[in-house]
């Protein structure tokens, strides 16, 4: 490969093979290799200023070689012709300390990619988005927030970032294969004054495989003043039990933790309260998840998993039973059954369960149906690390609104939510129309019958 | 160019930049005009060895190589990075930063010499240069002790990582600073089930230090193996956690979180240099109870968050942030010291070549105080004991932050009652620190494997703190009163 941060497909795509054979001569019973190609371009401005330009392309490989059923996992960036025979053998002599382990072994021959469907995952004129674009963008957002509403008093600024990058793999197993996408995403941040020297900061963005799918700046703008602004005067609430609604922001965070405890790597481990549930009702009778790494353009498509396996669609649940558990090669060989092609994979570390499009199901309710309660939480952001996958307690801080007869009341603070993760996915009543797609874990609006408030 | 804390170093691809490089490239950054430029170069070479189900599991090895190059233009910064250290790369990357600056005349290259650095953890041989067999020994030794400890212990797996970071930083105004930061870490977590029912606990440490760390008492592998285990057996016991305002007892050590969210991140010099932190504007006001002297000091010997220069090139050191109550310092780096007027405190660091500095933390800590901390817990007629901590997250622009309790305890009557099940703490940074009441003679420094994380960049932290009694704080629990 001549230079990094093209996103190359092709030349990913040749040098993945030509390690490939380099390991496999230098003794591997099997090896894959992923390399990856990408540039990013971030523009800041913050008050009208540029803050921060960064741009640069960067590349890397990530080998897996197994000899003797003993695996090794390692990575560079040093592409010099040498090196990469060296690498190859250095990381052959590393399997001589891991010890044999008869689940470890490369994907059947016959379950690999054969054909790569079109995703539509790339657009050339995320290219075309430089510097001095960037800062108009960036400076027209985070004007328009500012002009938004007098209160909007400072700025942590607005950011651009766009990317490109291009993934070659190549596996013993009888792969070789190459895609490339393009992201962008633009971001706004006011911040306000508020009583007692605190200040209320929000956001709002835009993101897209897509430049014709971003917002226009200025919505993106208006739309963060208009949240940050609605956050002055928050305040605690009394200790209570009440129904929690989870806006789409709010509820991805929850649906990202519970794709951490339908991972098959976690079901092995036991180290999930699902473990033993699959079968069974892990949730409303509301609730559908899907899995699908096959929607165009969406940001978590991918047309073949991290070992090389043709993707598909994963029903996870299905009107609240869990119809499967998500596994790469590995963790359906300790289960016994077969991959769900689920396997993700970076440069520096082997393959491990990924989501790709994780999405829970819209409902057919509006957002102020699902909001109409008499009195409640609704939950815009989440806080802190309060999870427990292997027992499901959840408690976390929230930031919201406090729902009065299905309208929102007053901006509430400083309180946390508490549940058992299986009461509260059991617990959902009413699932919104209202589909958030920007990141690869989508959402609606959704509300949980019942959570335990801790404030005052 | 070498200095004495690395002498015993082997030659690196780092070995190949000398003066004359870095003043072609800082020319070539510095070419449209800006202020300031700077160099850094990275070299990380690392290791990790994955042992569960009584094997070996895999085992990674790494090595990362590169050059950021940072130009300021005011308080705007370029930043350019590239991984191939040829000059014609570096070059372009010295270019693509130098774009943010437009104008002002070009650099008058000044005398580069190396400055000489503390040494706050020599390492008489590191980790990386033991055979793999010495470390693979360490694990099998750690998930021995978690089966060992109890029947119920069904799974364990225990994970040991190292690496070496050489670092060599060279700026514009002549500083040259070559460090080398090693780093190696130890975790074990095990699971335990008994009556249909699973627990979790976990244990590790991470230091700046070699092998030769295991072999004290605290940090072996069988004191990590029995901890892990003591945990999840512990919490078959746990109860569901109240909910609402109560007094809280922090044990010593790991309780340090709370300071690194409630003031820690919110006395960062950037946020108050944007006015964006709860913080801002209240230098010499009174902030916490007079009980609290909280310090950021990256001279503890070997601890994870110690560094001997931050990774803008200025020497790291222990500064005062909060005095007896009263804010005093904040954390500082290049840009908001020039803001502030004030001497860069040696916080400008990064996660990793591909990064541009920011003001972090290193060791955060709060000093110990009088009390014995028996009477504090005995002082609590109904509370919490809060022991292990998941970790923690703050806002910076209202200074509410969540702390995550792994391992917590009731308190009644001034005695420790049953363990409760996991729950998060949530307060307000300022009114917590004046609510501190009680604080013990007993300061601990947490060994745990900290990382803190700050606009996409994780760096190693530590934090450490004596027992301490908060009068009132929100408790996240089920149980309503």
Known sequence: MKSEGRADAKSCQDLAEHMLSLALGAGADGAEVLVRDGAELRVKVRLGEPELVEEAGHRGLGLRVLKD?????????????????????ASLDLCRLAEPDPFAALPNREDMARTFPELDLWDESVLSIDVAFALGWTKAGEAAARAHDRRVTNSDGASLSRAVGASGFASSAGFSGSYRGSHVSFVVEPVCDDAEGKKRNGYHYTAGRFVSSLLAAEAVGVEAARRTVAKLGARKVATCQVPAVFSPEAGRSLLAQFAGVISGGAVWRKSTYLAEREGSRVASPLVTIVDDPLLPRAPGSRPFDGEGLAVRPNVVVSEGVLRTFLCDVYAARKLGRTSTASAGRRVGGGPHVTTSNFILRPGKSSVAQVRDVPRGLYVTDLMGFGFNPVTGDFSQGVVGFWIENGERAFPVSEVTISANFDDLWQGIDAIADDLDTRASVQCPTFRVARVTVAGL | MQTDSISEFSPTPLDAIDARVAERLLSAALASGGGHADLFFE??????????????????????????????????????????????????????????????GAWAPVAIAARTLPSFYPVPELSLSRPGEDKVALLRRADAAARAYDPHVVRVEAGFVEGVAEVLVVSSDGVMARDRQPMVRLAVSAVAEAGGKRQSGRSGTAKRRGLDLFAEAGATPEHHGREAARMAIAMFDAVDAPAGPMEVVLAPGESGILLHEAVGHGLEADFNRKQTSNYSGQMGQKVASELCTVVDDATLMHARGSINVDDEGCVAGRNLLIDKGVLVGYIQDRISARHFGVRPTGNGRRESFRHHPLPRMTNTLLCAGQDAPEDIIASVSRGVYAKRFAGGQVNISNGDFVFALTESYLIEDGKLGAPLRGVNLIGNGPEVLRRVTMVGHDFDLSDGTWTCGKSGQSVPVGIGTPTVKIAQITVGGTRTP
């Open chain 2, 43 to 104: 070299y990380h070479s690392g290791c990790d060895v994955a042992f569960e189900e009584g094997r070996v599991r895999t085992v990674g090895r790494g090595i990362v190589l590169g050059l950021g190059v940072r130009v300021l233009a005011g308080d705007a910064t370029g930043y350019a990075y590239t991984e191939e250290l040829s000059e014609a790369r570096m070059l372009e990357a010295a270019h693509t930063a130098g774009q943010i600056a437009s104008s002002g």
């Open chain 1, 69 to 89: 059923e003993r695996v090794a996992v390692t990575y560079t960036s040093d592409f010099d012709a040498r090196a990469m025979r060296a690498f190859a053998e």
